[in-house]
């Protein structure tokens, strides 16, 4: 020992007691040079020691003890903690003293939470020193436990997160040396307090304190906390401590930072889901949930009767316990996707889906979307096929929410398509069409067609996902669809079509008028009005908007609905409703109505690059995209069926793609003859493939040619239809591919009767003479089981339809041949069953 030092402190312990009424300064000046001293002395608990220190403690005890200002009374803190390390184990100070002592000491803990105080080092200082000397052991010797109980509070309250770590370990190091002398049940109470604090900085410092506490003690206060805990699930009204109010989470913060302390706890928790209070059934069903998300656990594999009790909750009596059940299933299906309790957690998630209540069936939608959304690859197909169904739930609210997520699912499906991470699947492409078929839903407006347009535009896929990709999509989507979900999608974009119709005429004549205010005009305006707001969920309200519409002053407005529905290109139409909107502005009072009036006006379901992506797909000829080129085609045909403009730009593919096509393709043709008028194809270019057609076809292929080469034809060129015409003629006197050559020229004379009047003279006889004067043999022996009639009765059929179709011209076009003849014929037909004598008709079923 520094025997200098050493004398030092006595002599500055003697001339502090000397003094009746030291100042301030003196006593600041000797306490730290006192202090200074102390600091170089090492250990020594010896006779010697205490004689050179007994100055200085008299000095402290009979005076400056009680001193009130803050600064002497930390440098006697100070000193006084020094003199425990010197002389541990044995204190510097007599029993009747030493609570005044600790007083001291623990009053320089209250101030920790300061550290932006200069003075602070030195009060984390005492708590080294503290720590290093197990002095506050003493407090337990010397029966003031009350100072051990305000002492653990004071560190409670002070930590901070921004502590260091060396602080937080001291203060630690005391209440341990507290604990493992003398652990308490007053004690524990006030840790598992701090346990359970949550939310401020301050709560979350004390709570982690807590948690190293309980980790650090955690086998002296095993039984003080399982004594508690255990308690309170078996009879938590005899308990007397306010914790229980919280004893759910104290199972779960000492869960999760030391579960060998709760070996005997968890499993009591079966009682509580077996109880008759359903809030307690509640309240433990939630904790398990808890438990649950705690992945290195196992909680379910180590306790197997809990899991399987908590199993049966999902199918609980109380509507809470059930939702909260299924609420839990979501964490512990994450933990473990693939663990044996997780597919048992999918069963009765399963059952859940068809549960009489609808707040369950909801959760159960929402759950089974998120783990889908969760584990997309390995969800189990059925339980997507099984939450879809719930699209068509009796209850509304369950149709929406439904609707909602299922949407989330197919989005996320999508980008994991689009990334590589997922193939496509029919399960997943089952969900829009499932969505379509709300469109036949009549009690919900919400799901009619002009909102459902809004979803496929809009909601359908990710708003970043290309327009390949959306493509692709969508010819799987068609190689699933039935003839109700065609007509769900028909009807959605028929409306659209309408009132893109509509708008483009609205939007010319308001142009041309401008200024014109007449009662007239707005007898127009209110007409055109009305037929667009048909597209709206709310038509009056959109009548309405209409109105105040035509009322706005600036073009721009309409200019841009303009390009808007003028813009072919998907990203185009995209970026110039970006602009449109930024334009008008969140908060302009019709901006709702504008933004959904832009997007039935933008080609945003459908536009011209889906189209060309469909024609790459199909010309690519990969035997990946093969099964799904009769998808693709439907599709194409679609699209072009009420958007034929879409074709624009495509036009040289599709005409390669079309004369390529082996076998012929009739909805190729279809495509052509529907999209003709909008599309630049030169017919000289294409005619020879259509008349090869119309010649060697069958007959829904030449039907589609005519019409095709109709709507190519230039009003200066109908010299074509006298041509095509000539050709077929000779092939009907020739005998040549029958069937075929009358479908072409019935449809032919339909738009061009003069051109079938001028043949009239070769072609009706011929059809009199070669089909209907044939003697009834020869359709006896050819007889079709199949159709119900002979090849002889079908050629009748077919050239009655010719000479009918010449009668029934598309455009209105004026007839100057007399009907008699043919009248008598069929006349003869219904009434005799005959054509000519001795000819007998037999039955046409599906042929007329």
């Known amino acids: 020992m520094d025997q200098s030092a050493l004398q030092l402190v006595s002599e500055i312990g003697t001339n502090l007691r000397r003094q009746a ?36 403690t008299e000095a402290i005890v009979h005076g400056l003890l009680q ?9 006697v803190a100070i000193c006084v903690t020094e003199m425990f390390r010197v002389m541990a184990p044995e204190p510097p100070f007599v029993d009747k003293y030493l609570r005044d002592v600790f007083k001291l000491i623990l009053s320089t803990f209250t101030e920790l939470a300061d550290t932006a105080s200069p003075l602070f080092s030195r009060r984390a200082k005492i708590v080294e020193t503290v720590a290093r000397c197990k002095c506050c052991v003493i407090m337990l010797d010397i029966d003031c436990s009350d100072l051990v109980l305000e002492m653990f509070n004071i560190f409670f309250s002070v930590a901070r997160v921004h502590h260091q770590q060396t602080l937080i370990n001291d203060v630690l190091s005391v209440m341990v040396h507290i604990l493992n002398e003398e652990a308490s049940q007053p004690l524990l109470d006030v840790v598992l307090q701090n346990l359970v604090k949550e939310g401020r900085d301050a ?7 807590a948690v190293s506490v309980i980790q650090t003690c955690a086998d002296k206060l095993e039984s003080f906390v399982c004594g508690f805990l255990t308690s309170c699930i078996l009879d938590r009204d005899a308990v007397g401590s306010e914790l229980k109010e919280f004893y759910h989470e104290i199972i779960f913060k000492i869960f999760k930072c030391a579960p060998q302390m709760l070996l005997a706890v968890i499993p009591n928790l079966t009682q509580e889901l077996l109880t008759d209070q359903v809030d307690v059934r509640l309240k433990a069903v939630n904790l398990i949930g808890k438990l649950f998300t705690l992945p290195d656990h196992h909680i379910a594999q180590r306790y197997q009767d809990l899991f399987i009790e ?14 909260s059940a299924l609420q839990c299933a979501k964490v512990c299906y994450m933990t473990n996707p693939s663990g044996v309790e997780s597919q048992e957690v999918l069963s009765s998630l399963e059952g859940r889906l068809l549960d009489f209540d609808d707040r369950v069936r909801t959760q159960a939608v929402i759950v089974a979307c998120d783990l889908a959304m969760y584990n997309m690859r390995c969800f189990p197909p059925k339980l997507i096929s099984q939450t879809t169904e719930r699209l068509r739930d009796k209850k509304i609210p369950v149709r929406k929410k439904a609707l909602q997520k299922m949407m989330e699912v197919y989005r996320d499906y999508c980008n994991k398509c689009s990334e590589g991470y997922m193939t496509i699947s029919d399960h997943f492409e089952q969900i829009p069409c499932k969505v379509l078929m709300l469109c036949f839903d009549k009690d919900c407006m919400e799901f009619r067609s002009q909102n459902m347009e809004l979803v496929l535009a809009e909601d359908l896929f990710p708003a970043v996902l290309s327009v390949e990709e959306r493509t692709r999509h969508w010819i799987h989507l068609f190689s699933l669809f039935t003839p109700l979900h065609i007509k769900a999608l028909n009807s959605i974009l028929s409306q659209k079509q309408r009132l893109q119709s509509e708008m483009r005429t609205y939007l010319a004549i308001r142009k041309k008028e401008k200024g014109n205010n007449s009662e007239e005009m707005q007898k127009r305006y209110k007409v055109s009005f009305s037929k667009m707001a048909v597209s709206f969920a709310d038509p009056s309200k959109a009548e309405e908007c209409f109105h105040k519409l035509n009322q706005m002053k600036d073009n721009n407005i309409f200019n841009s609905l303009a390009l808007l529905l003028d813009e072919l290109q998907f990203t185009d139409a995209r970026t110039s409703r970006d602009t449109f909107l930024n334009m008008i502005g969140e908060k302009h009072q019709n901006f709702e109505f504008l933004r959904t009036l832009s997007s039935k006006c933008s080609y945003n379901i459908f536009s011209s690059e889906h189209v060309r992506c469909i024609l790459y797909d199909v010309s690519s000829k990969s035997p990946v995209n093969k099964h799904l080129e009769a998808a693709s085609i439907r599709l194409l045909l679609a699209i072009t069926s009420f958007f034929p403009v879409l074709l624009r730009g495509s036009e040289s593919q599709f005409r390669m793609l079309l004369e390529e096509s082996d076998p012929i393709n009739e909805k190729l043709i279809e495509v052509l003859a529907k999209a003709g008028t909008h599309i630049s194809v030169k017919l000289s270019e294409i005619y020879p493939f259509l008349k090869r057609v119309c010649l060697e076809g069958n007959r829904v292929q030449s039907k589609y040619a005519v019409s095709a080469v109709a709507a190519l034809v230039d009003t200066s060129k109908q010299f074509i239809f006298s041509s095509l015409c000539k050709e077929l003629v000779d092939s009907l006197v020739g005998g040549q591919n029958i069937p075929t050559v009358l479908q072409s020229l019935g449809c032919l004379a339909q738009y061009s009767v003069s051109t079938f009047e001028s043949q009239d003279g070769e072609i009706t006889p011929c059809i009199y003479q070669k089909i209907f004067q044939v003697g009834s043999s020869d359709f006896v022996d050819s007889f079709n089981d199949v159709s119900g009639c002979s090849d002889s009765c079908k050629l009748k059929i077919y050239g009655l339809k010719a000479l009918v179709k010449s009668f029934l011209p598309h455009r209105g076009t004026q007839i100057k041949r007399q009907i008699n003849v043919l009248w008598d014929i069929l006349s003869t037909m219904l009434q005799k069953g005959e054509t000519a004598e001795g000819i007998t008709s037999c039955s046409g079923r599906g042929m007329l």
Do not use: G, Y
């Open 21 to 56: 009424r030291p100042n301030k300064d003196f006593i600041v000046k000797s306490l730290r040079q006192a202090a200074s001293s102390l600091s170089q002395l090492e250990q020594a608990s010896s006779p010697e020691a205490l004689k050179k220190l007994k100055p200085l």
């Open 67 to 75: 001193h009130r200002d803050k600064d002497v009374r930390l440098l």
């Open 203 to 209: 709560d979350s410092a004390s709570s982690q304190l």
């Open 310 to 323: 908590f199993l049966k909750r999902f199918s609980d009596k109380s509507v809470e316990v059930r939702v």
